[in-house]
T-cell receptor, first 111, second 114 residues
Framework: QKEVEQDPGPLSVPEGAIVSLNCTYSNSAFQYFMWYRQYSRKGPELLMYTYSSGNKEDGRFTAQVDKSSKYISLFIRDSQPSDSATYLCAMWGGSNYKLTFGKGTLLTVNP | DVKVTQSSRYLVKRTGEKVFLECVQD?????MFWYRQDPGLGLRLIYF???????EKGDIPEGYSVSREKKERFSLILESASTNQTSMYLC?????????????FGEGSRLTVL
């Protein structure tokens, strides 16, 4: 079993839709959970991070972590064409230098 | 503003050439990383460095080497480029003083080996 599983998509939605992006993981040592957004031909940039279980909201974006199920989600409300990008989940156990990444989900929001 | 700069955005090289990819960060970060990103394979760690002159192999170091002579600069070297090294290369940095593990990425260097 891979440490982090993420459905690669592609996911195509109409403008205004609610988008749900998900990752599952197997390593119970992970404590920090991140979502990166990567526009085409650009480097990833941090969108949100969450420590341990719970929810975190930032504008139209909500990140959820369920450590008991080893499942994390990113919700995008009122999606916009500018949200079209690849979204990568990433996780860190806090004890070494390396993040563990999902493979990314390609999202297209159609006007 | 936080900045990781990769000197070349697009490169085309021939098989067997020596290739240098340069990365500079201005955040005084101790940790620096080189990843490659390929469709369907995601981000794969090639090498990382947690201090000047220190380096550790990542998941796919074969065919690559690195150099970190100064804190702000981390170079990736392909001693003899091969076609299977055609990829997007991403440099990143982080600080152990930040307890989130957040990585700051450059914009990437797209290398084509013919």
């Amino acid at each position: 079993q891979k440490e982090v599983e993420q459905d690669p998509g592609p996911l195509s939605v109409p403008e205004g839709a609610i988008v749900s992006l998900n990752c599952t993981y197997s390593n119970s040592a992970f404590q920090y959970f991140m979502w990166y957004r990567q526009y085409s031909r650009k480097g990833p940039e941090l969108l949100m991070y969450t420590y341990s279980s719970g929810n975190k909201e930032d504008g139209r974006f909500t990140a959820q972590v369920d450590k008991s199920s080893k499942y994390i989600s990113l919700f995008i409300r009122d999606s916009q064409p500018s949200d079209s990008a690849t979204y990568l989940c990433a996780m860190w156990g806090g004890s070494n230098y390396k993040l563990t990444f999902g493979k990314g989900t390609l999202l297209t929001v159609n006007p | 503003d936080v900045k990781v700069t990769q000197s070349s955005r697009y490169l085309v090289k021939r098989t067997g050439e020596k290739v240098f990819l340069e990365c500079v960060q201005d955040m005084d970060h101790e940790n620096m990383f080189w990843y490659r990103q390929d469709p369907g394979l995601g981000l794969r760690l090639i090498y990382f460095s947690y201090d000047v002159k220190m380096k550790e192999k990542g998941d796919i170091p074969e065919g690559y080497s690195v150099s970190r002579e100064k804190k702000e600069r981390f170079s990736l070297i392909l001693e003899s480029a091969s076609t299977n090294q055609t990829s997007m290369y991403l440099c990143a940095s982080s600080s152990p003083r930040e307890n989130t593990g957040e990585l700051f990425f450059g914009e990437g260097s797209r290398l084509t080996v013919l």
